[in-house]
């Protein structure tokens, strides 16, 4: 939680964007997230969500909230949904790091991918949804937006596999077996083509905020890993979920798909295809072994800041133990 100091700096420069009143300011943590540090503020005019970097050392590249703030202020202007934003802080003296200030959406975060409590139709409704967001983004124009800076065009695989192991072998973090493995055998097996699009970096459903009511997705949250990069990296990500055992960590691997309703991964892919005009190519099981090294990567980074004791999440240590068994299940599809 921020400091009385800090508090009071904050107040003044919510005044100066006109977003504070006389009242004292409300200030909570939000749920979620292993990386920003966000909170709820209730500044008398409105609810705003702050989110900033964490304090001590950090990963080089990490935590990239200027990138965040600039993807979301782009994206405002196009058909992608995401919270309004209001301005973004470099100012180290307000809050010792740098922060930016958002719109505070009002609806329903799903976080259990097996949507208990809801009906089949339902489930349906909210996959499709997830799907259709997802291909609105990689349908966008980025240039048109002034991000073609944004980030580097072509061998995106290449890049993020580098850039992924990279960090496991300067970190402190012991990888296993699997993940040493996948850090051979994908450089060697990246599928020929290329494209570039914005790429979220980290869409699923708990990252998305739904209508209080409806199927209807009306804001795509945590942008961080935000990026251009190949469209296909970005959408099997979403669907290891197939793969995830649902006692593992977020995933719906071992349920019966027919009968809750959500459609089987190969629908998915389709309705993906489909929604977006783009033919997919190449071997699916690269797509999905690489999105599991990425992610066993990013968790172990969660490890490393957890024993550096600058994880903003409490539960950032037990994250960080799935990275293990989520290489495990990327080597086995890799080896099929």
């Given at each position: 939680?921020?400091?009385?100091?800090?508090?009071?700096?904050?107040?003044?420069?919510?005044?100066?964007?006109?977003?504070?009143?006389?009242?004292?300011?409300?200030?909570?943590?939000?749920?979620?997230?292993?990386?920003?540090?966000?909170?709820?503020?209730?500044?008398?005019?409105?609810?705003?969500?702050?989110?900033?970097?964490?304090?001590?050392?950090?990963?080089?590249?990490?935590?990239?909230?200027?990138?965040?703030?600039?993807?979301?202020?782009?994206?405002?202007?196009?058909?992608?949904?995401?919270?309004?934003?209001?301005?973004?802080?470099?100012?180290?003296?307000?809050?010792?790091?740098?922060?930016?200030?958002?719109?505070?959406?009002?609806?329903?975060?799903?976080?259990?991918?097996?949507?208990?409590?809801?009906?089949?139709?339902?489930?349906?409704?909210?996959?499709?949804?997830?799907?259709?967001?997802?291909?609105?983004?990689?349908?966008?124009?980025?240039?048109?937006?002034?991000?073609?800076?944004?980030?580097?065009?072509?061998?995106?695989?290449?890049?993020?596999?580098?850039?992924?192991?990279?960090?496991?072998?300067?970190?402190?973090?012991?990888?296993?077996?699997?993940?040493?493995?996948?850090?051979?055998?994908?450089?060697?097996?990246?599928?020929?083509?290329?494209?570039?699009?914005?790429?979220?970096?980290?869409?699923?459903?708990?990252?998305?905020?739904?209508?209080?009511?409806?199927?209807?997705?009306?804001?795509?949250?945590?942008?961080?890993?935000?990026?251009?990069?190949?469209?296909?990296?970005?959408?099997?990500?979403?669907?290891?979920?197939w793969d995830i055992p649902h006692s593992l960590w977020r995933g719906i691997g071992g349920l019966d798909l027919n009968e809750l309703g959500v459609p089987n991964r190969?629908?998915?892919?389709?309705?993906?295809?489909?929604?977006?005009?783009?033919?997919?190519?190449?071997?699916i099981n690269f797509y999905i072994a690489y999105n599991f090294f990425r992610m066993a990567g990013i968790l172990y980074g969660i490890s490393h800041r957890a024993k550096l004791g600058n994880a903003s999440s409490p539960d950032a240590e037990l994250t960080?133990?799935?990275?293990?068994?989520?290489?495990?299940?990327?080597?086995?599809?890799?080896?099929?």
């Amino acid at each position: 939680m921020l400091d009385a100091l800090a508090i009071g700096k904050l107040k003044t420069v919510l005044k100066t964007h006109g977003l504070m009143g006389e009242e004292d300011l409300g200030i909570s943590v939000l749920a979620g997230g292993q990386s920003n540090p966000t909170f709820l503020l209730d500044t008398g005019i409105g609810k705003y969500v702050l989110r900033k970097k964490p304090g001590g050392p950090l990963l080089a590249s990490a935590h990239a909230i200027d990138r965040e703030y600039r993807i979301m202020k782009a994206l405002g202007s196009s058909n992608v949904p995401v919270p309004k934003m209001h301005f973004y802080c470099d100012d180290l003296d307000i809050l010792g790091t740098p922060f930016y200030i958002m719109e505070y959406v009002q609806g329903r975060v799903l976080v259990d991918q097996a949507l208990p409590g809801y009906t089949p139709q339902e489930r349906t409704a909210i996959y499709e949804e997830m799907n259709r967001v997802i291909s609105l983004l990689h349908r966008v124009d980025f240039q048109s937006l002034g991000l073609g800076d944004y980030g580097k065009s072509g061998n995106y695989f290449e890049r993020q596999i580098n850039r992924w192991t990279r960090q496991c072998v300067e970190s402190d973090i012991e990888v296993n077996d699997s993940m040493r493995q996948l850090m051979d055998w994908l450089p060697k097996n990246i599928p020929a083509g290329d494209e570039t699009t914005i790429v979220h970096g980290d869409y699923r459903m708990d990252n998305l905020i739904f209508h209080p009511t409806e199927p209807k997705v009306i804001a795509v949250l945590d942008w961080e890993l935000s990026t251009l990069g190949h469209p296909l990296a970005d959408f099997f990500y979403q669907c290891m979920s197939w793969d995830i055992p649902h006692s593992l960590w977020r995933g719906i691997g071992g349920l019966d798909l027919n009968e809750l309703g959500v459609p089987n991964r190969d629908k998915y892919i389709e309705l993906y295809q489909k929604n977006t005009g783009r033919n997919i190519t190449g071997d699916i099981n690269f797509y999905i072994a690489y999105n599991f090294f990425r992610m066993a990567g990013i968790l172990y980074g969660i490890s490393h800041r957890a024993k550096l004791g600058n994880a903003s999440s409490p539960d950032a240590e037990l994250t960080g133990s799935k990275a293990g068994p989520l290489a495990d299940i990327g080597w086995s599809i890799a080896s099929q």
